[in-house]
Every structure is written in C-alpha cells, then in structure tokens.
C-alpha cells in the first residue's frame, strides 16, 4: 500500500452518495482517508463529503455517471491530481429495473448493463492504468448473491451481476498469469437496507422491497473495508448469500420451483405502488442517505462475516480442540 505523506489512504468510491457506497465512505472516514466520491447527484455527493469532513478526512466531489467511460478517466486523473496515487479503488455504483422480463424495455436493458457492468469496467480499466505500471493497488468489486442466482422480477440485474463475475475471474487469472502485486477482491451481498427501494423502476403492483432477511449497509462496508486490507479473493457476506451461492451449485432446480414460488411476494410490501421515482436514467430527488426505510426489520451484524474475517483463528481453534479430543480418546 502506497505510504503517502500523512499515512492515510487514497480511496475511489463509485456509486458514493446513498446506500452501500454512503456507508462505505463513512467507513473509510473514520481511517481518515482521501476519498474521491464518484456518482451522479452532486447534492448527495456534498452530503456525503461533509460526512467525510467531520471525522477527519478529506473528501473530493466527483459527479459522474460511470456508464461514461471518458467521463470515469477524468475523475480518476482528478483524484491522483488532488490526493495522488490511488490506493483502492471500489466498483458500487448500481441501478435495476423491477418488472417481469418482457415488461422491460429493450433501453432499459441496455442501461443497466452499461451502469452495473460497463460501468465497473471503465472504473477497472482506469484503476489499472494507474495500478498496474505502480505494481501496487487494490480493486474491490462490490457483487451480489444474485451474481451466482437469477431471481424473478430482476432480469436485468441479474444479468449484469454475473457479468461481472465473469469478469472478474478473467482479471483475476490474467493478474495471476502477470505475477501482478495489484490485487482483486469481490465482495458479495445479501439484501440490503439502502434507498434503492425507494427510486429503483418499478413495473410492480405494490412497492418493491429486498428479500428478507435484510442487513444494514455498515454490515456491507465493514465487509468491503475489510475486504481491501485483506488477501481474500471472494467474500460472501451474510447467511442468505452463502446459501444461494452454494444452493445454487448443488441443487439448481430446487431453486427455480422455490424462486418462483416465493420470489414474487418476497419482493414485494403489502403496500401498494402509488408514485414512480426512478433514478434509472437520472439522479432520484431527495435526501438520501445510506439506509432505506426498512432499519426496524434489518440485522446490524453477521455472524457468518465474524466468522469468515476470523477464520485462521476458528481453524487454528478446531484444530487444536480435535487434536485435545484426540489425546482425551487416547488416553481413553
């Protein structure tokens, strides 16, 4: 990791002004991090760098839409021109579109895919130019447990998650194949409490809502924080993700019948739809933040992230604990 004058890090955050991203930069804030805060409303952006301010950070506010590739360069060239090298560079930025398949349009399609994919793709690309010639620095893509399983009602969401992965384990071979010092980490999610709930486009009889169980976004950026110090390639965060991921590799089809019964209503409040804000296009008004408005049904922790941050230690436990069982059945 760069040393750089003060000893604090130089951050990229893309998808910075609500949600994960919001959370994320509070948690690189409280390092006392230079964090350049990447997405496309300014207001919450200001926001948001006020929040880095007050703990001690410092804070460069880059409006930007990532589906631009151009438009991404010259925000990375403005963070390295403020604070200088780039130390980690975080992939968030997101959209979607909730509707049955045929029921999206053909644009929105497409928008999706350059905002979630095409969008991690140009802040890769411009994170590695910087990165590589350095040999040092740190990519983490932010995923979902619906990168590895579709869910009904979020075609395209779905599609631009797996792409991702796909993605990412070709940079990663090709990092590997290099003998390259600058390191990929993917970081997988569960759903989530964050306000996308609130202006994601929506084609659905009631208002959308994430599949419970639901975890709070300082779980997401604990998780994300942790990934970019760590050497671990793949983080799988939360309960529900590990049991999608492996549920989906050892019974699939179980899956489909399961999704299809539930996915519907487990998408859905009882309440009914009643305005459409959508920021697929444009930024969503309003004062945003990091949660959504479901906090009072969201879990603050996860046991499974304690346990995977703390897993040499777990093992070197088990395997102590087997070893004294061992001797106790000797002696026996």
């Given at each position: ?85 780039i130390d980690i ?204 408005r479901f906090g ?37």
């Open positions: 990791m760069t040393q750089h004058r003060d000893g604090s890090e130089v951050v990229v955050v893309t998808g910075a002004s609500a949600g994960v991203g919001r959370a994320t930069v509070r948690r690189f804030a409280r390092d006392r991090a230079r964090i350049a805060l990447l997405a496309r409303g300014e207001e919450r952006l200001e926001a948001a760098a006020s929040e880095v301010e007050a703990v001690g950070g410092e804070a460069l506010v880059l409006p930007v839409d990532v589906a631009d590739a151009d438009a991404v360069e010259d925000a990375a060239s403005r963070a390295e021109e403020r604070f200088g090298p560079w975080i992939n968030n930025a997101m959209t979607s579109v909730f509707a049955e398949v045929p029921d999206v349009k053909p644009a929105e399609y497409r928008r999706v895919m350059e905002v979630n994919y095409l969008g991690y793709v140009h802040g890769t690309l411009s994170a590695l130019k910087r990165m590589l010639p350095r040999d040092r620095g740190r990519l983490v893509q932010v995923g979902s447990a619906l990168a590895f399983r579709g869910i009904p009602l979020q075609a395209a969401y779905c599609a631009s998650k797996h792409a991702i992965e796909g993605f990412n384990d070709a940079l990663r071979t090709e990092l590997i194949h290099n003998g390259s010092n600058v390191s990929l980490h993917s970081v997988h999610l569960p759903a989530v409490n964050t306000p996308q709930f609130e202006w994601v486009l929506s084609r659905l009889p009631n208002r959308s809502q994430p599949v419970p169980p639901i975890y709070q976004p300082e779980v997401a950026a604990d998780a994300i924080h942790w990934a970019a110090h760590s050497s671990r390639a793949v983080l799988f965060v939360g309960a529900p993700t590990f049991k999608t991921v492996y549920g989906q590799r050892t019974v699939p089809r179980l899956l489909d019948h399961y999704l299809a019964r539930t996915g519907y209503d487990g998408q859905q409040t009882d309440e009914p739809r009643t305005e459409d804000i959508a920021n697929l296009w444009d930024p969503a008004p309003g004062d945003f933040a990091a949660h959504g009072d049904r969201s879990r603050e922790r996860s046991p499974l992230l304690w346990a995977s941050k703390n897993r040499s230690w777990l093992t070197l436990f088990g395997g102590a604990a087997l070893a004294a069982a061992g001797v106790l059945a000797a002696r026996r």
